[in-house]
């Protein structure tokens, strides 16, 4: 084994293990949060704000499916400034959003 490969697989295995750790960390934080808030709104606030700092993504937004009218209505966003995005209507199966609602499945974008 060539000494240039164990540097890359060292390094590979060093970065997934503190990608781990903050994955960990995130998770702990947001039990704590998650315990010591009693307002619904409160709560759902620091779920996205974690999940965007966890992904380390621009924006972050939570999507909750309302039966009765058929779609998905964003309920709470994250790092976004856009009015007309934290009111979005996501009708089943259109768009990425309207898809994970639909096919009720995680959707990996690389």
Not at 45 to 68: C, M, S
């Amino acid at each position: 084994m060539s000494g240039r490969y164990f540097w890359r697989y060292g390094c590979g295995r060093h970065n997934r293990s503190r990608r781990r750790e903050a994955e960990l960390s995130a998770l702990y934080e947001t039990v704590g949060d998650l315990v010591a808030l009693r307002d619904v709104d409160a709560v759902l606030e620091a779920i996205v704000r974690r999940a965007r700092k966890l992904l380390d993504t621009d924006t972050a937004y939570l999507a909750l499916y309302d039966p009765e009218r058929g779609h998905a209505y964003v309920r709470e966003t994250n790092g976004s400034v856009s009015a007309e995005f934290q009111h979005l209507l996501m009708p089943l199966g259109a768009g990425l959003g309207g898809l994970v609602v639909q096919t009720a499945s995680p959707l990996l974008q690389q």
